[in-house]
């Protein structure tokens, strides 16, 4: 089954329970929280505060994505905050194992994230102790980047791997992400679409959000 994860980066930060609200309605079942350090990427989003402040105005799977320097360090924050899932980068400076293990003995599920330049083979001997792989299709740090159709055999990897491995694995594309591009992510694999501005971009939510599933082969 494909699942939208509009991206909270390209909301109207003014009214957050609004928009969460419009998503929602509009068939969403997943909110994707990119946590910007300015360290890690170049840009600054926000902290466990806005995420502590929205959990009780929604019902959405929080999908919480930390482009992060230490999230090891930070984890206990985003865990009390309402993160359902917390998806760190492979690149980042944790030890990954180590991190994998306190996210999962936190409760809450797991992933790992690559970057653009990272080789997805890093990945194979964390993979039976994640729920999700993200691979990123953009630079990460800011939204509204073109789509690289080049990451497209990362996605192919993940899910082969998870189909010969038996194993329940989302795996997560996230960047430029629209109703064109969703075809693509979909037909290599990817079942967790993170959309940004082509959902909050929109006048109508629950109409981009079903091009978008549409596209991907989803059920909306």
């Given at each position: 089954?494909?699942?939208?994860?509009?991206?909270?980066?390209?909301?109207?930060?003014?009214?957050?329970?609004?928009?969460?609200?419009?998503?929602?309605?509009?068939?969403?079942?997943?909110?994707?929280?990119?946590?910007?350090?300015?360290?890690?990427?170049?840009?600054?989003?926000?902290?466990?505060?806005?995420?502590?402040?929205?959990?009780?105005?929604?019902?959405?799977?929080?999908?919480?994505h930390l482009m992060?320097?230490?999230?090891?360090?930070?984890?206990?924050?985003?865990?009390?905050?309402?993160?359902?899932?917390?998806?760190?980068?492979?690149?980042?400076?944790?030890?990954?194992?180590?991190?994998?293990?306190?996210?999962?003995?936190?409760?809450?599920?797991?992933?790992?994230?690559?970057?653009?330049?990272?080789?997805?083979?890093?990945?194979?001997?964390?993979?039976?102790?994640?729920?999700?792989?993200l691979v990123m299709?953009?630079?990460?740090?800011?939204?509204?980047?073109?789509?690289?159709?080049?990451?497209?055999?990362?996605?192919?990897?993940?899910?082969?791997?998870?189909?010969?491995?038996?194993?329940?694995?989302?795996?997560?594309?996230?960047?430029?992400?629209?109703?064109?591009?969703?075809?693509?992510?979909a037909a290599s694999?990817?079942?967790?679409?993170?959309?940004?501005?082509?959902?909050?971009?929109?006048?109508?939510?629950?109409?981009?959000?079903?091009?978008?599933?549409?596209?991907?082969?989803?059920?909306?």
């Amino acid at each position: 089954m494909i699942q939208i994860a509009p991206s909270l980066l390209s909301a109207d930060f003014s009214r957050l329970e609004q928009e969460a609200a419009d998503i929602e309605a509009g068939g969403a079942q997943m909110l994707h929280l990119d946590v910007m350090d300015g360290h890690f990427v170049p840009n600054i989003s926000f902290g466990p505060g806005v995420i502590a402040s929205l959990r009780p105005k929604t019902r959405l799977f929080f999908d919480v994505h930390l482009m992060i320097s230490d999230p090891l360090f930070y984890l206990p924050a985003f865990v009390k905050a309402g993160a359902d899932m917390i998806t760190f980068h492979y690149e980042s400076d944790a030890d990954v194992g180590k991190t994998i293990e306190a996210i999962r003995s936190s409760g809450v599920k797991v992933g790992v994230a690559v970057k653009p330049g990272t080789e997805i083979a890093v990945l194979e001997p964390f993979l039976p102790l994640l729920d999700m792989a993200l691979v990123m299709t953009v630079e990460p740090g800011f939204g509204g980047q073109r789509f690289m159709p080049q990451m497209m055999p990362k996605v192919e990897y993940l899910r082969r791997w998870a189909d010969e491995n038996g194993r329940p694995l989302w795996v997560q594309v996230d960047g430029g992400i629209d109703a064109v591009t969703a075809k693509t992510a979909a037909a290599s694999g990817a079942d967790v679409l993170v959309a940004g501005s082509a959902v909050f971009g929109a006048e109508d939510r629950a109409k981009a959000i079903g091009a978008i599933l549409q596209s991907a082969g989803g059920v909306f």
